[in-house]
T-cell receptor
């Protein structure tokens, strides 16, 4: 079974530039999550999709972050414009369905450095 | 914060010893999960325990849950160098939907 795919794996940009991350979840998984993990901390949920609808985006900085999941499969997360404090690893995860008893499968992450 | 907090922040043991790490949380939960993160395999689910369960086992892993104390512990027996990783607890804060991760325990197993 193929895992969660993410690209790019690494990205270095200057502050005020834009950047986009892509995620392809495990086939058949209805729920998709984007997390931000700052060095030395645990992952922080940014947004959760159920199929192509947003379940929770309460911790997404909507003035600069946006995300979409077209057709309920792939997803993109965009930052525009980036700030220094956005330097982090961005993790995508998927699960069979929504609900905290479902195991989340994580991708390898995209390490973003904002200079 | 709805996050759990792991204790200790860092732990170093010899191979073959047991490792115990704890997680405390603030709000009532329905489920609690433990995850492992290392550079080789990324973030991987280890075990889930529900609020009506007190103990679960999976191989060399033993998880306990005390809802009255709002705490959980993860025991790794007969540790191996490959167990070197960061371990996170994740709770649903009673939402039953999303998970909130703790700050993690960094475990180093010395061969």
């Amino acid at each position: 079974e193929a895992g969660v795919a993410q690209s790019p794996r690494y990205k270095i940009i200057e502050k005020r530039q834009s950047v986009a991350f892509w995620c392809n979840p495990i086939s058949g998984h209805a729920t998709l999550y984007w997390y931000q993990q700052i060095l030395g901390q645990g992952p922080k949920l940014l947004i959760q999709f159920q199929n192509n609808g947003v379940v929770d985006d309460s911790q997404l900085p909507k003035d600069r972050f946006s995300a979409e999941r077209l057709k309920g499969v792939d997803s993109t997360l965009k930052i525009q414009p980036a700030k220094l404090e956005d330097s982090a690893v961005y993790l995508c995860a998927s699960s069979l369905n929504a609900g905290a008893y479902y195991e989340q499968y994580f991708g390898p992450g995209t390490r973003l450095t904002v200079t | 914060s709805q996050q759990g907090e792991e204790d200790p922040q860092a732990l170093s043991i010899q191979e073959g010893e047991n490792a115990t790490m704890n997680c405390s949380y603030k709000t009532s939960i329905n489920n609690l999960q433990w995850y492992r993160q290392n550079s080789g395999r990324g973030l991987v689910h280890l075990i889930l325990i529900r609020s009506n369960e007190r103990e679960k086992h999976s191989g060399r892993l033993r998880v306990t849950l005390d809802t009255s104390k709002k705490s959980s512990s993860l025991l790794i027996t007969a540790s191996r160098a490959a167990d070197t990783a960061s371990y996170f607890c994740a709770t649903d804060a009673g939402t039953g939907n999303q998970f909130y991760f703790g700050t993690g325990t960094s475990l180093t197993v010395i061969p």
